[in-house]
């Protein structure tokens, strides 16, 4: 399923009480959440990234513009992580030439990248989007030839010595190319091993020990993902140079059949892209419900780095929804949506280095984010560093996702939500359950509500209940 698979974009406000067509009420649906024992990973950082267009349209605002910007996203809701795209058919398009004038003026002349940092980024991961033509069969399509796989793999480590060297750039991780199954010219199975290897290598052999590798960024987790990751694990020295595994969270988000190829080992799992498309206005629950759902389930296996698409560009409005902040010019003006104060919700509840564990459902089971209807409820849960917990509850249900047409038949988007639901969410935590009393600030975001504190919850022997989980709800509890 293409990654792009369209969610509904409107918000009809939610209510205490769903009413149906007949006027009955509905009682809010019990779900008990346990949270298993075991520590698994630690929450290493949040981030979105940033597009070479982007970068230049950047550059524009004035200085006082930006720094507005960066702060909401790198000091506000702690995005830790850029992830800055970058071309490798600009940089080098013919061989024997290399040019890096295309990265260094969006991201480096713009000064996006000494204002992230200013603001408290500080990870920078270079997202490479294209490999050469020149590098490919005959008509520039197809897989990369294999007598070129080692001078790809010494372009990207060329690239990433000289922004060091001439910019004072210092790339700390990157990806061998973004989702590579929609590119023109990719890598076979038996080609990942052999890039991962020969990247490692060129890093080396030019200073660059500390800059890690992640791979293989496939737009979705699905059984291509299971499978490439496998083709690597299976080779013992790209293995182990691989520093983490990587895909995307969009309408296949992280799932076990992928977590499970890293548990037990020291690999670290990066979501390197998560978004939304289309059109979107200020408010928008849905795309925010959508987002913080996959944000949970993504925690829930495994995943220890975790990036939004953009954080701030100009408006688009055919496609805002990639989008954090949307701002335009003369005058200069910024609007931000709702996902936004759904992750500074979050991360007020999950601190980094927050140790998530494996949270089941008795409604959804593992509640995964995967091909078909999504989970209604989704919930994590993580020990944060200073000894609280902190537990985050999504409820991803609205009418929209199903509509009865005039002759009674029912219309259901086969890859969306369902029918709008309140829940009663008991969240047990095995490890809690020999604890004391433990009280539990909770607060709430939905369409226009930004978290917004509802009062105390008391969790008794590792149990605590959210009575009221509104469609469209998140709902976090953080104990003191």
């Known amino acids: 399923m293409n990654k792009h698979t369209s969610l509904l974009c409107s918000f009809l406000a939610s209510s205490v009480f769903l009413t149906q067509p007949s006027g009955h009420t509905l009682a809010n649906t019990p779900v008990t959440i346990t949270v298993k024992q075991g520590a698994r990973q630690a929450l290493q950082g949040l981030g979105s990234s940033q597009t070479i267009n982007g970068g230049l349209r950047y550059s524009k605002l004035a200085q006082s513009e930006k720094n507005m910007l960066q702060k909401l996203v790198c000091t506000d809701i702690k995005f830790k992580i850029v992830r800055l795209w970058f071309d490798p058919s600009q940089y080098a398009p013919k061989p024997g030439v290399e040019d890096t ?24 991961l270079l997202a490479p989007r294209k490999i050469p033509a020149y590098m490919g069969s005959s008509n520039g399509r197809g897989y990369i030839r294999d007598s070129q796989i080692r001078n790809y793999a010494a372009l990207l480590a060329d690239f990433i010595y000289k922004v060091k060297q001439e910019n004072g750039v210092e790339i700390h991780a990157t990806g ?55 083709a690597i694990k299976q080779d013992p020295e790209a293995w182990k140079v691989l520093d983490g595994i990587s895909t995307h969270s969009y309408n296949m988000a992280a799932r076990s059949s992928i977590s499970n190829l890293i548990e037990g080992t020291d690999k670290e799992y990066w979501m390197t892209e998560a978004g939304t498309n289309g059109p979107e206005e200020p ?46 010019f003369n005058p200069f003006r910024y609007d931000i949506f709702q996902k936004y104060y759904y992750f500074l919700q979050l ?86 359950a020999q604890a004391g009393d433990k009280t539990m600030k ?25 009575p009221n989980v509104r469609s469209l709800d998140l709902i976090t509890l953080r104990s003191q």
Not at 310 to 327: F, K, Q, V
Not at 353 to 370: C, I, P, Q, Y
Not at 447 to 465: D, F, H, L, P, Q
């Open 283 to 328: 408010g928008d629950a849905l795309n925010a419900a959508a987002a913080a759902s996959r944000f949970l389930n993504d925690m829930n296996h495994r995943v220890s780095h975790w990036i939004w698409f953009i954080s701030h560009a100009t408006a688009d409005p055919n496609d805002n929804a990639t989008r954090l902040i949307r701002y335009s």
């Open 101 to 124: 004038s295309k990265f260094v003026k969006p991201f480096v002349n713009s000064r996006f990248i000494s204002d992230a940092l200013a603001n408290g980024c500080n990870t920078l």
């Open 347 to 432: 991360s007020k509840t999950f601190d980094l280095g927050a140790v998530f564990r494996k949270s089941v459902s008795s409604l959804d089971g593992n509640m995964t984010w995967t091909y078909g209807k999504k989970p209604r409820i989704t919930v994590a849960s993580a020990k944060n560093p200073d000894g609280s917990w902190g537990i985050a509850v999504s409820n991803f249900t609205d009418n929209r996702f199903e509509v009865t047409l005039p002759n009674g038949y029912k219309v259901s988007n086969p890859q969306g939500g369902r029918a709008a639901e309140n829940f009663a969410v008991t969240v047990f935590v095995e490890e809690l």
């Open 176 to 230: 061998i190319l973004n989702e590579p199954n929609d590119r023109p010219i990719r890598f076979s199975d038996a080609q990942w091993p052999i890039i991962i290897k020969d990247l490692r290598k060129e890093l080396d052999n030019r200073g660059l020990k500390d800059v890690k590798i992640i791979a293989p960024e496939l737009a979705n987790a699905d059984a291509v993902a299971d499978r490439v990751i496998k």
């Open 442 to 466: 909770m607060y709430r975001s939905n369409s226009n509500v930004n978290n917004v504190y509802v009062g105390n919850a008391v969790m008794r022997r590792g149990k605590v209940t959210v």
